[in-house]
């Protein structure tokens, strides 16, 4: 295939070369691992090469039941995240909604977001102990209060003149938040969910890096006690290729749901 | 007996930062007879948006009050439908559940709902595209199907402001016409800004003329071209004596609006 690039400020190019270079990339990336790696350049204390990952990959998931652990992760990602969007999106629509609860509630928030959920682990310990609850907590504080805020600021900023048209048509205030409001931002929030979704798996592996059993960052930091950077690798890449293919599932749920928006 | 009765309205928006309040409507007396069609003609920064959204509710009268059918305007409702200049259809809505908008929010019943808004969506000659999304109308369709939602919802009156404001020419005119003729035919309230003189002769029973800063109605001319009017009537010599007329009182106030900025 030859790809024709022409390279002008915005203009678009043709999909099936948008995927090529997409995966052009890739090809790089795991060629220049290769060369430094398997050429000697770095040594495989460091860095393990992409061969060695790989037989490390199979022999996780053969021998050291490694899909118990991506299960577990899942869980947890999911699990806490889902309870931080059943309490952060109806929150936000409020406070967007009605300016007195974003007064009493936004310069909580705000502090709130810049608290680490790192630094919650040795508390949630205390608290939850070294179950799954603590877990959930961990991802729970670090995407609720993300959520909340950017909800909210995206509920705020809805065009006046469509909530103005809802009133002349005989909305009243509830009519507005449900039939307005909430669908005029559905896209938007779900934009929002996919991104604090991305963050959550940052989390995760924080998580269980400390007084964990099981998960991807459980098995990270046994691999690091062994010296083994083929499995840190490999753990790693499948928290990428996870979150790749949960950000398409998302992307393409998003659009088939908000299909005016690109109408 | 008025429909609508405007006593002693004036909106002053307070100073920005601590600077002296702009007084944007004098204290201004207006009464609308049922069926009426009048046009607001002025200048930009004339006021007459802003005594369109009092009217309407969206705004609150400084002095003053509104009556419609008696009863004082106290917030925006179902009995004043609106049109705006901006496309203010629902972008999540298909054209026909825009048009369903209002009746749905009163809880109007399914197949009486799907009736009222099929024969308005045929009015504004829409048929065919009840399925569309608003993106994927003209300008001039989306402003079609505004009028349409807003006349579906069955209101006294119908505020327009500066609905065609945003099209060509050509659409403008034809936009005109179709107002025009569902005027005509259905009888109805009807307050519609401009700054567009020809827009304002031909659609009017009656032109209101307003001036600028402080806004006030300057004038009001009947106008007394036969209906139905057809585009025609454009080109008639009475047309270009009233437009040759407002044309000049106009001119004075949008020489103060420019040099007062």
Same mark, same amino acid.
């Given at each position: 295939m030859t790809v024709g690039i022409d390279m002008q400020p915005l203009q678009p190019i043709r999909h099936s070369t948008r995927i090529a270079l997409g995966i052009l990339f890739f090809v790089l990336f795991f060629l220049a691992w290769g060369i430094a790696t398997l050429g000697g350049f770095v040594s495989p204390t460091f860095l393990a090469d992409p061969i060695t990952m790989l037989n490390d990959g199979i022999y996780l998931i053969t021998a050291q039941g490694f899909a118990y652990d991506i299960g577990m992760t899942i869980w947890r990602v999911v699990g806490g995240f889902v309870l931080a969007s059943i309490i952060a999106v109806p929150l936000g629509i409020a406070m967007g909604a009605y300016k007195p609860i974003e007064a009493l509630l936004e310069p909580f928030v705000s502090f709130a977001r810049y608290l680490p959920a790192s630094a919650f682990v040795p508390l949630l310990i205390l608290w939850a102990g070294i179950g799954e609850m603590q877990k959930l907590l961990v991802i729970f504080i670090g995407a609720v209060f993300q959520i909340i805020l950017m909800v909210a600021v995206a509920v705020a900023a809805t065009r006046r003149d469509l909530v103005e048209a809802a009133y002349t048509l005989g909305a009243k205030d509830r009519g507005v938040v449900r039939r307005v409001l909430i669908p005029a931002n559905a896209p938007d929030i779900a934009e929002i969910l996919r991104l604090v979704l991305g963050w959550a798996w940052t989390y995760v592996i924080v998580a269980e890096?400390? &007084?964990? @059993? @099981? &998960?991807i960052g459980y098995m990270i930091i046994n691999s690091q006690a062994l010296m083994a950077t083929g499995q840190i690798i490999f753990g790693i890449i499948v928290i990428g290729v996870i979150g790749l293919i949960s950000d398409f599932a998302f992307k393409s749920l998003n659009r088939k749901l908000f299909a005016w928006r690109l109408a | 007996m008025n429909e609508l009765v405007i006593q002693g309205v004036s909106r002053t928006f307070p100073g920005v930062r601590g600077g002296t309040p702009t007084l944007a409507l004098q204290p201004t007396h207006l009464e609308i007879p049922r069926n009426d069609f009048v046009t607001i003609l002025g200048p930009s920064g004339c006021g007459k948006s802003t005594l369109l959204r009092i009217i309407a509710g969206l705004d609150r009268p400084t002095t003053g009050k509104v009556l419609l059918a008696g009863m004082e305007v106290k917030g925006p409702g179902a009995d004043r439908g609106m049109v705006f200049q901006?496309? =203010? *259809?629902?972008?999540? *809505? =298909?054209i026909r559940e825009n048009v369903a908008f209002g009746l749905r929010e009163r809880g109007v019943a399914e197949k009486e709902k799907w009736e009222i808004v099929d024969s308005y969506i045929d009015k504004v000659g829409l048929r065919g595209f009840e399925n569309h999304w608003p993106k994927q109308l003209s300008g001039g369709m989306q402003q079609r199907t505004a009028i349409a939602r807003a006349l579906a919802n069955g209101p006294r009156i119908l505020l327009l402001d500066e609905p065609f404001g945003a099209l060509d020419n050509q659409t403008r005119g034809l936009m005109q016409e179709l107002l025009l003729g569902i005027w005509e035919r259905e009888q109805k309230t009807v307050i519609f800004v401009t700054h567009d003189i020809e827009e304002a002769v031909f659609m009017a029973n009656r032109v209101v003329t307003m001036s600028a800063r402080?806004?006030?109605?300057?004038s009001i001319t009947p106008v007394d071209l036969p209906h139905p009017r057809h585009y025609t009537v454009k080109a008639s010599p009475e047309f270009s004596e009233l437009r040759a007329r407002l044309t000049e009182e106009i001119r004075g106030e949008a020489i103060v609006a420019a040099t007062h900025g």
């Open positions: 890096l400390i &007084g964990a @059993s @099981s &998960g | 901006s496309y =203010t *259809l629902f972008p999540w *809505l =298909t402080p806004g006030r109605i300057k």
